[in-house]
C-alpha cells in the first residue's frame, strides 16, 4: 500500500508553495464588507506574482456561520454571501490558467444543526437520516464518557454527540470498539455509517469533476470513534485515497491530523505540523501562545531574538516524523492558520520574519502561507468573537491591500466589515510593499523564486541536520537532490554566533541569499560565523 501510495504523489505537489485564503477577509467586491470568490479571482495576478502554486479555501459553503463556515448545511451550494458554484468553477479555471490549484476544506466530521440530513434525523419517527448523526439512546443519559453530547435539542429522545461546537452535531461513521452495553455504538459497517461515507465520496467527487484540486480536510482524524490507534478511520481514509487514485489521480488530499506518520500511512499525500497534536511547532515559532492541553507550555520559540529557544523541541519530533514518512508523503509547516492567534508577526521585526521564510522556504514538504503573513499583517488578542472565532478572531481581520479606505478591502461602510481594519496607521499594506524593494513582500517573492529555481530545495529532496544543539544557535542544514546541494543556516538570536561542521567540501559554499563572508575552510571542516539574526541558502555542489 504504502508504495502505491509514494508512486501516485501528484507530480505538481514537489514545487507547490500554498496560500490560506480565509475568504471573508480577503478581498470585498461588491461592497457588502464581506470577502467574496470574484474578490479572489481579482486578485490571482498578486497571488501568482507571490509565486503561489496552491490555493486552500476555507469552507465556503451555505452555512449559518456559527463556526465560520466550518457548520456547512449545504455541501454542494457556495455560501450566497460569497458568489455562485459559476464563480468557483470560474476561480479553478482561472487559477489553473495561473498554475495555481484549488483546494477546498471538506468538513467530514460534521454538520451544521441547520443541515437538513440533521433535521431529518432530529425527527422521532424513523427516517433514512436516523442514522446519519451518532444518537444516544435517552435524552436523560447526558454524561457519556469521552464525548460531549446535547440533550433535549430535538423531539427525538436521545442526546446527539458533538465533533466540536453544540452546533456541529458528530457525522455518524460507527465505532471501531461499540460498547455492547451501549448498542447505539453502531459498528463502521453498520448501514447509517457506510452510507454516510458514500455522501463523503458524492461531495468530493461534485468538486473534483468541477475543478478543485483536492481538499483540506478538516479535523481528518475524528470520523471513527473509539477507535485505537485510529485504525479504523485511517482504514476509512485509505479507501478515499485508493478510489481517488483510480478517479482523480491528480488530486491531492491534506489532513488536518496533527500526526504525519500515522495521516500519511492513512493515505494523506501530506498532514500539517500544528500547534497541538504534534509537539514543537510553538517551539519553533510562536511565542507566549497557548494552544490548551497538550500542547507546548508557554516559553521561548526557537526564532526569536532572545535567543533562549531551543530547536531540538522541534527538531526531534520532526525527524521522527520525517524518518517515517520520507518518500510516502509530506509534512507541511504553515507560517499560521485561521486558528493560531497571534500571527506571525507579532513582536518580531521583518529581519526576523524574512528568517522565518527563508525556514519554512527551505524545508521539506510543502510550505503553507497564511494570507497576509506575507506583508506582516498583525492580529489582535482582544477582539470580540466573530463567528464562533473567539480567541482566534483577531488573526482573521481584513487582508490589507492599500493606504485607501479599509485598506482596499471593501467599499463598504466601516461599520459593514466582516472584521475591523487594524487602526494602526502604519500597518503595512500590499501596495506599498510592492513599491519598496526592501519590503518583505519583495523578500519572500525572491525566497519564493529560489525555491523554484533549485530542485533541491523542494518538497522530497533530502533533508539532513548540520548543526542544531539544544539551547544553541544556528540551526544549520543541508538540502539535496541528484548532485545538487545546498547549504541553509539560521541565526534568529540577536547575538553573533559561530559553528563547525562537516562537509565535504573543496570549495567555499557559493552565496544564493543572505550574507557573504561568513565562512571558512578548514580541511573538512566549514567554520561559520554568522552575525545576529540572520540567515543565508549556499551552494555546496551544483546541479
Ligand atoms: C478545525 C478548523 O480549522 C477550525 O477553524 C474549526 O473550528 C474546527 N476544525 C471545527 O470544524
Ligand atoms: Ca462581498
Request: charged share 25%; no cysteine; net charge negative.
Given at each position: 500500500m504504502a508504495e502505491n501510495i509514494a508512486k501516485s504523489k501528484p507530480a505538481w505537489l514537489e514545487e507547490a508553495v500554498f496560500y490560506e485564503i480565509y475568504p471573508q477577509s480577503?478581498?470585498?467586491?461588491?461592497?457588502?464588507g464581506i470577502g467574496d470568490l470574484p474578490g479572489i479571482i481579482s486578485k490571482l495576478d498578486y497571488i501568482q506574482s507571490l509565486g503561489i502554486t496552491g490555493l486552500w479555501i476555507n469552507p465556503c459553503f451555505v452555512s449559518p456561520f456559527q463556526d465560520a463556515g466550518y457548520d456547512v448545511a449545504d455541501y454542494y451550494q457556495v455560501a450566497p454571501r460569497y458568489g455562485t458554484n459559476d464563480d468557483l468553477k470560474r476561480l479553478f479555471s482561472e487559477a489553473l490558467q495561473r498554475g495555481i490549484r484549488v483546494l477546498l476544506d471538506l468538513v467530514p466530521g460534521h454538520t451544521s444543526i441547520d443541515h437538513p440530513w440533521f433535521k431529518e434525523s432530529c425527527r422521532p419517527e424513523r427516517n433514512k437520516y436516523s442514522d446519519y448523526y451518532i444518537w444516544t439512546?435517552?435524552?436523560?443519559?447526558?454524561?457519556?464518557?469521552?464525548y460531549k453530547v446535547v440533550s433535549g435539542f430535538s423531539q427525538r429522545n436521545a442526546c446527539y454527540i458533538t465533533n466540536f461546537f453544540y452546533s456541529q452535531p458528530a457525522l455518524n461513521y460507527g465505532f471501531a470498539c461499540p460498547d455492547?452495553?451501549?448498542?447505539?455504538?453502531?459498528?463502521?459497517?453498520?448501514a447509517g455509517p457506510q452510507q454516510v461515507r458514500g455522501e463523503l465520496k458524492n461531495i468530493m467527487r461534485y468538486w473534483l469533476e468541477m475543478g478543485a484540486s483536492g481538499f483540506r480536510v478538516?479535523?481528518?482524524?475524528?470520523?471513527?470513534?473509539?477507535?485505537p490507534g485510529l485504525r479504523e478511520t485511517s482504514k476509512l481514509w485509505r479507501e478515499i485515497r485508493e478510489w481517488l487514485d483510480v478517479e482523480f489521480p491528480g488530486a491531492c488530499i491534506i489532513s488536518e491530523w496533527g500526526n504525519p506518520s500515522q495521516a500519511i500511512s492513512a493515505g494523506f499525500h501530506m498532514d500539517f505540523t500544528l500547534p497541538f497534536g504534534m509537539p514543537g511547532y510553538t517551539a519553533l515559532l510562536r511565542k507566549h501562545y497557548d494552544a490548551g492541553p497538550g500542547s507546548d507550555p508557554y516559553g521561548f520559540s526557537f526564532f526569536e531574538a532572545v535567543g533562549h529557544g531551543n530547536i531540538l523541541e522541534f527538531l526531534d519530533n520532526y525527524l521522527y516524523h520525517y524518518s517515517l514518512t520520507q518518500g510516502k508523503g509530506l509534512i507541511a509547516i504553515p507560517t499560521g492558520n485561521h486558528d493560531i492567534n497571534p500571527r506571525l508577526s507579532m513582536g518580531r521585526s521583518v529581519n526576523e520574519i524574512e528568517l522565518i521564510f527563508l525556514f519554512l522556504l527551505s524545508m521539506p514538504g510543502v510550505p503553507f502561507i497564511y494570507y497576509g503573513d506575507e506583508i506582516g499583517m498583525r492580529s489582535f488578542g482582544n477582539l470580540p468573537s466573530k463567528e464562533g472565532g473567539y480567541n482566534r478572531t483577531g488573526a482573521r481581520t481584513p487582508m490589507q491591500w492599500?493606504?485607501?479606505?479599509n485598506a482596499g478591502f471593501?467599499?463598504?461602510?466601516?461599520?459593514?466589515?466582516?472584521l475591523p481594519i487594524d487602526p494602526d496607521p502604519h500597518k503595512p499594506n500590499v501596495e506599498q510593499q510592492e513599491n519598496d524593494p526592501h519590503s518583505l513582500l519583495h523578500r519572500v517573492q525572491k525566497l519564493m523564486a529560489i525555491r523554484k529555481a533549485h530542485p533541491a530545495l523542494q518538497a522530497s529532496a533530502r533533508f539532513e541536520v548540520l548543526f542544531a544543539e539544544a539551547g544553541r544557535y544556528p540551526f544549520v542544514y543541508k538540502r539535496s537532490v541528484d548532485d545538487e546541494e545546498i547549504l541553509i543556516a539560521l541565526n534568529p538570536a540577536s547575538s553573533a554566533v559561530q559553528a563547525e561542521i562537516e562537509v565535504r567540501a573543496g570549495n567555499l559554499p557559493r552565496t544564493i541569499y543572505g550574507p557573504d563572508g561568513i565562512f571558512t575552510l578548514h580541511n573538512n571542516h566549514l567554520k561559520i560565523s554568522m552575525p545576529g539574526i540572520s540567515g543565508g541558502i549556499y551552494q555546496l555542489k551544483e546541479a
Open positions: 480577503y478581498y470585498d467586491t461588491n461592497g457588502d439512546d435517552s435524552v436523560w443519559k447526558w454524561e457519556i464518557p469521552g455492547p452495553n451501549q448498542p447505539w455504538q453502531q459498528p463502521v459497517d453498520a478538516d479535523m481528518a482524524g475524528s470520523l471513527v470513534k473509539a477507535d492599500s493606504n485607501e479606505m471593501s467599499t463598504a461602510e466601516n461599520n459593514k466589515l466582516y
